[in-house]
Nanobody, 116 residues
Framework: QVQLVESGGGLVQPGGSLRLSCAAS????????MAWYRQAPGKERELVAV???????NYADSVKGRFTISRDNAKKTVYLQMNSLKPEDTAVYYCRGPVGATFASWGQGTQVTVSS
């Protein structure tokens, strides 16, 4: 059974930084592509960043140059480093994986609030 547990959310001022973590179990992490999504109030869930099993990355245009997705296969953890945060980044952030698998699962989500 796939289990994904996010952590690292919180309240941060505009321009600040946060690092989200997603610890995975129940999958062969090293061969799994992983992704971060977010859902703001009243909006649909959107893809933020994806990392392949080989480390290739893709980002939503809205976060390019500010967010970095990375992975540690030994720790079975995927990260999302978020810099230069803006109020419009406020959302619940979700981890998902393995990307493309029929048994892919969602984490429980972690709240990120960007406000002064």
């Amino acid at each position: 059974q796939v289990q994904l547990v996010e952590s690292g959310g919180g309240l941060v001022q505009p321009g600040g930084s946060l690092r989200l973590s997603c610890a995975a179990s129940g999958i062969i992490f090293s061969i799994s592509a992983m992704a971060w999504y977010r859902q703001a109030p009243g909006k649909e869930r959107e893809l933020v960043a994806v990392i392949s099993n080989g480390g290739s990355t893709n980002y939503a245009d809205s976060v390019k140059g500010r967010f970095t997705i990375s992975r540690d296969n030994a720790k079975k953890t995927v990260y999302l480093q978020m810099n230069s945060l803006k109020p419009e980044d406020t959302a619940v952030y979700y981890c998902r994986g393995p990307v493309g698998a029929t048994f892919a699962s969602w984490g429980q989500g972690t709240q990120v609030t960007v406000s002064s």
